[in-house]
């Protein structure tokens, strides 16, 4: 399992998904449904744009 919090203390939100869906996350190739989707513990909607860091967040899922 990897891991990964941005900041000490309880985090705003835990998401759960593979390793290849995060880092697909991480480079703004999942649609802001999937993330949510993701999110095992609090509310990932106030972070949607920090995923969308290489451009806006797809709004249909992406082929692989």
Do not use: K, M
């Not at 593979?18 to 106030?46: F, I, K, N």
């Amino acid at each position: 399992d990897w891991s990964w919090q941005s900041a000490e203390g309880d985090p705003a939100v835990v998401l759960r998904a593979s390793g290849y869906d995060l880092a697909r996350a991480l480079t703004s190739r999942r649609t802001d449904e999937q993330l949510r989707s993701y999110a095992h513990a609090g509310d990932v909607t106030p972070f949607l744009d920090d995923f969308a860091g290489l451009g806006p967040l797809p709004t249909q899922d992406l082929p692989e």
